[in-house]
């Protein structure tokens, strides 16, 4: 899609796949990098520059965000995880042991 907006506009582009992810099976998945000359790197910028999403700064303000959050203190999602799949592991284990111990 990238490749094709830029032809549109007359910037001769190439596509690579990612080191890495180049399996024949999966040609089209993973990551690629799209290549253009220095002389059109300019113009292909703007080009592109409307395709984005979300800018930098939305991007930037985001993960400011989170890390705020997790230095006041409070469990990011991942220990939150973490320490529930030890509660659910070690009860499982007393359930197993009870039950064994009933047999």
Do not use: C
Not at 15 to 22: N, P, Q, S
Not at 67 to 96: C, E, F, H, Q
């Amino acid at each position: 899609m990238m490749q094709g907006l830029l032809q549109d506009d007359g910037i001769p582009s190439i596509l690579k796949r990612t080191r890495g992810f180049d399996n024949p099976d999966f040609l089209a998945a993973g990551p690629h990098d799209v290549m253009v000359n220095s002389d059109h790197a300019k113009k292909a910028r703007e080009v592109l520059e409307g395709t984005m999403i979300e800018s930098e700064d939305e991007v930037r303000a985001e993960y400011g965000e989170e890390a705020t959050l997790m230095r006041d203190g409070t469990a990011t999602p991942a220990s939150r995880l973490a320490l529930w799949l030890i509660v659910a592991v070690l009860g499982a284990a007393i359930l197993v042991w009870v039950l064994y111990q009933l047999t």
